[in-house]
């Protein structure tokens, strides 16, 4: 069966410093894969979303960048971390038109 | 204007209870609604997909108005296990797949 791994599940990080989330899924190929923030008390935003190696689309600009170096894994990076950037960051897969997603990180920046 | 939108409540309903909840999207294209349920700091998870004929599953039914672009979710016999956040989802069409999420609503069922 399908699943997907998404960790840290929590992380305190500060300002200025740099990130990595790691997102790999399995019993699958070539899935489309999503990056989502959720902040707090608001919807989850679409950040990135990917449908093979190396094909990286970004919807909103920001401090954010995505990257897939294997069809089963998923990336979210940002050099150096801003206080707006905590939230709720989920991984998703899309079978189909049903997103799964992953538990989650949730990050907060300090 | 938001491209889903939900009123963020919370409803506070006792239990037992019908309650509905409504969802507005912007974009006339869209192809594919869902209800999903997230429950306190965990994961979306899907509820049920919506289809204009209307489905239901169990004390769960789902409806889609494309003329006039709502989309509702009926709960009835509402239990204390149906307290959760509930997302309007959307997948718009064209530029690939992606599912716009809506902000929610927040059932609290109570004794």
């Not at chain 1, 069809?71 to 038109?97: E, H, M, N």
Request: proline share 5%; charged share 15%; net charge positive.
């Amino acid at each position: 069966s399908q699943t997907i791994h998404q960790w840290p599940a929590t992380l305190v990080q500060p300002v200025g410093s740099p990130l990595s989330l790691e997102c790999t899924v399995e019993g699958t190929s070539n899935p489309n894969l999503y990056w989502y923030r959720q902040a707090a008390g608001r919807g989850l935003q679409l950040l990135f979303y990917s449908v093979g190696i190396g094909q990286i689309s970004s919807e909103v600009p920001q401090n954010l960048s995505a990257s897939r170096p294997q069809d089963r894994q998923f990336i979210l990076s940002s050099k150096k971390l801003l206080l707006s950037d905590s939230g709720f960051y989920l991984c998703a897969w899309l079978l189909t038109v049903e997103a799964f997603f992953g538990q989650g990180t949730r990050l907060t920046v300090v | 204007r938001k491209e889903v939108e939900q009123d963020p409540g919370p409803f506070n309903v006792p239990e037992g209870a019908t309650v509905a909840f409504n969802c507005t999207y912007s974009n006339s294209a869209s192809q594919s609604f869902f209800w999903y349920r997230q429950d306190c700091r965990k994961e979306p998870k899907l509820l049920m997909s919506v289809y204009s004929s209307g489905n239901e599953d169990g004390r769960f039914t789902a409806q889609l108005n494309r003329a006039s672009q709502y989309i509702s979710l009926l709960i009835r016999d509402s239990k204390l296990s149906d307290s959760a956040t509930y997302l309007c989802v959307v997948n718009r069409s064209g530029g690939g797949n992606k599912l716009t999420f809506g902000t929610g609503t927040q059932l609290k069922v109570e004794l």
